[in-house]
């Protein structure tokens, strides 16, 4: 079930940052498009609120990778973890400092969360 409502989530902010990218290219009003540019924001900012703990939930799984046996499957599955781990710990700062809490330059958080995420 909660893989289904991230997924939903993850469909609705992207739906709505297509709309507006589309109605900005036919010229529709600007306050309808930034109504459409806030709600996209809302989702994202509300999908990274869900995602706090993650980071340590594949920390975790890390920790369980690292014990197998073939060591293909234990470097890539660990080094995959690892990786997602960082990637969500980049969101989850990321969102602090939307809120306020924390003072860095967002675009390079989402930079390396994204060169994280590949």
Not at 87 to 116: I, P
């Amino acid at each position: 079930k909660q893989w289904y409502q991230r997924r939903v989530r993850g469909v609705l902010q992207y739906s709505s940052q297509l709309v507006w990218w589309y109605l900005e290219k036919r010229g529709f009003s600007t306050s309808y498009i930034e109504q459409l540019k806030q709600l996209q924001s809302s989702l994202s900012l509300a999908r990274k609120y869900f995602s706090l703990g993650k980071s340590v939930e594949h920390m975790r799984g890390a920790a369980v990778a690292i014990h197998i046996n073939d060591p293909i499957l234990r470097y890539s599955i660990t080094l995959s973890r690892i990786s997602s781990a960082l990637q969500f710990l980049c969101d989850n700062v990321y969102l602090f400092s939307r809120l306020g809490l924390l003072r860095l330059d967002q675009g390079n958080l989402l930079s390396v969360s994204s060169k994280l995420w590949l």
